[in-house]
């Protein structure tokens, strides 16, 4: 194993958007039973630092690679297309017009009814566009147009995230 490897070289994986989360589970653990630094326990402590070095780098390619958003934003990096979420907030008109829209009845939305449907509508849209960034990615090999899609699902995660926080608020 490579520490400089990236994380599909890491876990033995193609390197795509589409993955078996199954298959990186099974991976992720065979990884860190190798690694686990009670294993090295006899070699002394610099045998034991390397191994956590080696688990805590195992931890966090397996993070993003089996969450949809980072790994579809490591895959656009790797592939050139950089992410700039914090300097690169243009949106498509329709966009910024569906956020408006959502924005709206998230004020209006008076009972958890008018919540959870907005949350459904929210989700939907949101396993749509990690679709299209499959789509975007695996097939067409387009990192630039991906990389649009995860600027989008970013906002669409933040304000998931307030909905699902107003929800949690008239619950109590």
Not at 108 to 115: I, R
């Amino acid at each position: 194993m490579n520490l400089q490897a990236n994380d599909f070289e890491l876990f033995g994986l193609p390197e795509r958007y589409a993955l078996d989360r199954a298959d990186l589970d099974a991976r992720w653990k065979s990884l860190q039973a190798r690694v686990h630094p009670d294993r090295f326990a006899a070699e002394g402590a610099a045998a034991q630092r390397v191994a956590m070095q080696w688990a805590v780098r195992i931890n966090e390619a397996y993070h993003r690679l089996k969450d949809p958003l980072r790994r579809a934003a490591y895959l656009c990096e790797r592939r050139g297309a950089s992410i700039d979420a914090h300097s690169n907030t243009a949106m498509p008109a329709d966009f910024l017009m569906q956020q408006m829209s959502w924005r709206e009845a998230l004020e209006e939305a008076a009972d958890q009814a008018a919540l959870q449907a907005l949350a459904q509508d929210v989700q939907a849209e949101r396993a749509r566009r990690l679709a299209a960034v499959q789509a975007l990615l695996d097939d067409r090999g387009d990192a630039q147009a991906a990389a649009d899609e995860v600027r989008a699902l970013m906002f669409i995660e933040r304000f998931a995230e307030e909905v699902e926080r107003r929800l949690d608020g008239l619950g109590q």
